[in-house]
């Protein structure tokens, strides 16, 4: 009986690992500009994406996310929030009766690839790229692209003025590369829930009006330059607009937020890593968010002791969005909660 027990398992293993595909990940590198418009609530961007095919695959075409297009009357994420029971109930009829100064866009003005114009297809979320050459295994492509956006009434996840007050909250912001693995491309609809997005390296650029303070992924490089709680003060800009730099290394997306009203606090763990908290002080707020940082500093010991050290050199807790969600180096969490509240939900994210 034992032998017959150990053939069994050794036939199982066999056939399981033969099953499984060899192990690999796309990567892609973002360099972004944006020029932000508060007034009209729009931005037009440039970007340069460094896409590596580490896949065993030749590819004949690739596929965006545009993530704002979903709100807009009669999109798919509409249609599905009108007509499907959800036990989610935040966004119910509210795409439907945006206005057109209201709804959220991403427009492609132009894509090339390796300096080389590429055919372009929009279907609501997601844009369809027919490569002039395609990208053989092992290969990259670099793809030029320059787009326009308008900023949505705070609906799920990412808007502007939500609930609170926060005048934007920046999370699916950006023309973002589908994935693409063992399965295939990801090119799914946006119609709710969670993302999957490529690992990489971005470099993000946010001109925006210099009362506006900027909380995002990533390791602001002008601080002295930026104030804001990031330096000492802040320095004269002739255009009224301060150009905030980020750089985040070995991650799958890249979020940020801004408000003219917030208070940027820091806490830096003996470990050196440093933690950001960004909010709106008022009645609300105060006390909570005031304690936050010490007991995120004990979370933190907590973490790194159960579950691993964490990899980056610092987080930041942000006042915004429409709950609770996790991004790289980063919480977006409506802030006028109980401490207990706001303490649960940060150590959730």
Not at 3 to 9: E, K, V
Not at 196 to 214: K, L, P, Q, R, S
């Amino acid at each position: 009986m034992k032998n017959w027990t150990s053939l069994a398992i050794l036939f199982f293993a066999a056939t399981f690992s033969q099953a499984q595909p060899e192990r690999w990940q796309q990567r892609a590198e973002y360099k972004m500009v944006i020029d932000f418009d508060v007034r009209n609530h729009q931005f037009k961007g440039t970007q340069e994406l460094i896409y590596y095919n580490n896949s065993p695959d030749t590819l004949d075409k690739v596929f965006y996310h545009l993530y704002f297009n979903a709100f807009q009357p009669n999109s798919m994420m509409d249609i599905r929030s009108r007509t499907i029971m959800d036990a989610d109930p935040r966004v119910g009829g509210r795409i439907f009766e945006l206005k057109e100064n209201e709804v959220g866009y991403h427009k492609i003005r132009s894509l090339r690839m390796d300096g080389e114009p590429a055919a372009i297809e929009v279907a609501g979320t997601i844009l369809e790229v027919q490569l002039p050459r395609p990208v053989l295994p092992g290969g990259r492509a670099v793809f030029e692209m320059e787009f326009e956006s308008q900023v949505p009434l705070q609906i799920r996840r990412a808007g502007r003025d939500n609930s609170e007050g926060i005048a934007y909250s920046m999370a699916q912001w950006y023309p973002k590369m589908c994935e693409y693995d063992y399965q295939g491309w990801h090119a799914n609809p946006y119609i709710g829930r969670e993302f999957y997005g490529v690992w990489g390296d971005f470099d993000v650029t946010i001109n925006i009006d210099a009362d506006y303070t900027v909380a995002a992924t990533g390791y602001l490089q002008n601080p002295e330059e930026i104030g804001h709680g990031y330096g000492e003060k802040t320095a004269a800009s002739k255009d009224k607009k301060l150009s905030y730099h980020f750089i985040a290394p070995n991650v799958h997306d890249f979020l940020w937020a801004a408000d003219p009203d917030y208070t940027h606090d820091t806490f830096t763990r003996k470990d050196g890593t440093v933690l950001h908290f960004f909010y709106q002080k008022n009645e609300n707020t105060e006390e909570a968010w005031g304690r936050l940082p010490a007991i995120m500093d004990k979370a933190f010991d907590f973490i790194n002791a159960n579950y691993g050290q964490y990899p980056y050199k610092q987080y930041s807790f942000i006042q915004g969005g429409d709950g609770g969600m996790e991004y790289p180096m980063a919480t977006l969490i409506t802030g006028e909660r109980s401490l207990g509240s706001l303490v649960g939900v940060s150590v959730h994210e």
